[in-house]
T-cell receptor, first 113, second 118 residues
Framework: GDSVTQMEGPVTLSEEAFLTINCTYT??????LFWYVQYPGEGLQLLLK?????DKGSNKGFEATYRKETTSFHLEKGSVQVSDSAVYFC????????????FGTGTRLQVTL | ETGVTQSPTHLIKTRGQQVTLRCSSQ?????VSWYQQALGQGPQFIFQ???????GRGNFPPRFSGLQFPNYSSELNVNALELDDSALYLC?????????????????FGPGTRLTVL
């Protein structure tokens, strides 16, 4: 079945550092890929998405590129802020599975001054 | 535009009891999905409703059941609660088939209901 693997956290960075959170997936066909963010005590917010190979999703300085050849969708940001501290989830929706999302286990990011 | 809302925020039940969680979809959305998020884990898909019909189900037992109403609000019912049912329950709504494109259909999540089973 479909699965998502994320790098384990927590990830601790200083403000203005470069961020990469790795995400790889297993799915048949061509899934859609998503990054969601969860701030403390809140639900999930969609950060960005890509629906086909080589698409780049971007939002709020975050980017991720859908790489079919490496089955990856790594999240990057050039300069993190303290306000980016949260848990980040990579997710996929497999082809033909309506709107069911399969999530990774999440990566906690802590940004310090 | 009102986002996805859920009630109650927190709930404490004892083993064997039954619980009903409620979700109000975002305006214009006809699809609702429910997820269970255990502490420290990613959300797990429970089921989805599209225009009041179940449209997919994850690996959860039949004691997890749902309803979607004509106004597209939804309920999640869990019978015979077990300790392992303690989790954050998330509801997500999406435009679904209305957009004609399931692959780019985006789910918008509510804040969740924290259920504790003692």
């Amino acid at each position: 079945g479909d699965s998502v693997t994320q790098m384990e956290g927590p990830v601790t960075l200083s403000e203005e550092a470069f961020l990469t959170i790795n995400c790889t997936y297993t799915a048949t066909g061509y899934p859609s890929l998503f990054w969601y963010v969860q701030y403390p005590g809140e639900g999930l917010q969609l950060l960005l998405k890509a629906t086909k190979a080589d698409d780049k999703g971007s939002n709020k300085g975050f980017e991720a590129t859908y790489r079919k050849e490496t089955t990856s969708f790594h999240l990057e940001k050039g300069s993190v802020q303290v306000s980016d501290s949260a848990v980040y989830f990579c997710a996929l929706r497999g082809a033909g599975t309506a709107s069911k999302l399969t999530f990774g286990t999440g990566t906690r990011l802590q940004v310090t001054l | 535009e009102t986002g996805v809302t859920q009630s109650p925020t927190h709930l404490i039940k004892t083993r064997g009891q039954q619980v009903t969680l409620r979700c109000s979809s975002q305006s214009g959305h006809n699809t609702v999905s429910w997820y269970q998020q255990a502490l420290g884990q990613g959300p797990q898909f429970i089921f989805q409703y599209y225009r009041e019909e179940e449209n997919g189900r994850g690996n959860f037992p039949p004691r997890f059941s749902g309803l979607q109403f004509p106004n597209y609000s939804s309920e999640l019912n869990v019978n015979a609660l077990e300790l392992d049912d303690s989790a954050l329950y998330l509801c997500a709504s999406s435009p679904g088939g209305t957009s004609g494109d399931w692959m780019s259909d985006t789910q918008y999540f509510g804040p969740g209901t924290r259920l504790t089973v003692l």
